[in-house]
């Protein structure tokens, strides 16, 4: 499936109404890229969509929470950036 992690509801309403997107609000994005991948882990885990150790593809534009679309792709291992 396709998650997506967005800081704004209005982002959240249309990503699932014009592309059936499940979406996911947390509070604000970090300027730290990994720090925001970290947060979107532990909401994607507290939602079901994921588990320690799966791969997924993160997207993203940075900075971010800018408008202007997408400039950056990690393919990335749940739960690998963790702080303790």
Request: glycine share 10%; net charge negative; proline share 5%.
């Amino acid at each position: 499936p396709i998650v997506a992690i967005t800081p704004l509801e209005s982002t959240l309403y249309q990503l699932s109404l014009v592309w059936g997107i499940k979406s996911v609000l947390v509070p604000e994005f970090e300027d730290d890229f990994l720090e925001t991948v970290r947060k979107g882990d532990r909401a994607l885990i507290e939602m079901g969509f994921v588990k320690d150790g799966d791969l997924v593809i993160v997207s993203a534009g940075i900075p971010a929470a800018r408008a202007g679309g997408t400039n950056a792709m990690k393919l990335h291992i749940v739960g690998e950036n963790a702080k303790s």
